[in-house]
Nanobody, 124 residues
Framework: QVQLVESGGGLVQTGGSLRLSCASS????????MGWFRQAPGKEREFVGA????????NYADSVKGRFTISRVNTKNTVYLQMNSLKYEDTGVYYC?????????????????WGQGTQVTVSS
């Protein structure tokens, strides 16, 4: 069983940075593709980015390209989301998710395990 726990959220000013972490406390995630999604108040959950199981491939939503970077350290069972140049519209609950098939996807339905989320608030 994969159990994901996100951390690193908080309150930051526009233009600031945060780094989110997602760690598995259960089964190792080294063979899983990992995705980050977010949900703003009153909106549907949306894709932020994803990384393949080896870390050799990443893809991002257009809204975060050039500002967000996903990385992973498989020996630590941890995935990171570095967020720079944060904007007010980046506010939301950020979730990490694991996909058994190690290929990235922007489709949330294709992910098998989800964390509980961490709140990111960007003040304008």
């Amino acid at each position: 069983q994969v159990q994901l726990v996100e951390s690193g959220g908080g309150l930051v000013q526009t233009g600031g940075s945060l780094r989110l972490s997602c760690a598995s406390s259960g089964r190792a995630i080294r063979t899983y593709a990992m995705g980050w999604f977010r949900q703003a108040p009153g909106k549907e959950r949306e894709f932020v980015g994803a990384i393949s199981w080896r870390g050799s491939s990443t893809n991002y939503a257009d809204s975060v390209k050039g500002r967000f970077t996903i990385s992973r350290v498989n020996t630590k069972n941890t995935v990171y989301l570095q967020m720079n140049s944060l904007k007010y519209e980046d506010t939301g609950v950020y979730y990490c998710a694991a996909r058994n098939l190690g290929v990235t996807s922007s489709d949330s339905d294709l992910y098998d395990y989800w964390g509980q989320g961490t709140q990111v608030t960007v003040s304008s």
